[in-house]
Nanobody
Framework: QVQLVESGGGLVQPGGSLRLSCAASRFNLRDAAIGWFRQAPGKEREGVTCISSRYDRLNYADSVKGRFTISRDNAKNTVYLQINSLKPEDTAVYYC??????????????????WGQGTQVTVSS
């Protein structure tokens, strides 16, 4: 059974940085498109970035371009989300999701079959 586990969330002051991790078990992340999503209270789940399964094509939501960076470490079977210049509006539960054998990736939640449990990011002074 495919399992994704996010980590790295926490409480951070505005302007700070975090690196979230998405670790996989029972399959190789390099064979899947991986998306990062977030969901704030009372809001719909929003796709923020993704990386494809081949050629590592990247896609970012306009709202996070220049501040969020997705990367993949195949040796560690982990995908990372580096978040810089955090803002209070970045507060949300962050999820990673996977779809196997996707040479392109999108930011729609319905495109992904496997999900992690989420990690809370809170930006507050």
């Amino acid at each position: 059974q495919v399992q994704l586990v996010e980590s790295g969330g926490g409480l951070v002051q505005p302007g700070g940085s975090l690196r979230l991790s998405c670790a996989a078990s029972r399959f190789n992340l390099r064979d899947a498109a991986i998306g990062w999503f977030r969901q704030a209270p009372g809001k719909e789940r929003e796709g923020v970035t993704c990386i494809s399964s081949r050629y590592d094509r990247l896609n970012y939501a306009d709202s996070v371009k220049g501040r969020f960076t997705i990367s993949r470490d195949n040796a560690k079977n982990t995908v990372y989300l580096q978040i810089n210049s955090l803002k209070p509006e970045d507060t949300a539960v962050y999820y990673c999701a996977a779809e196997v054998n996707r040479p392109f990736c999108g930011l729609g939640p319905t495109e992904y079959d496997y999900w992690g449990q989420g990690t809370q990011v809170t930006v507050s002074s």
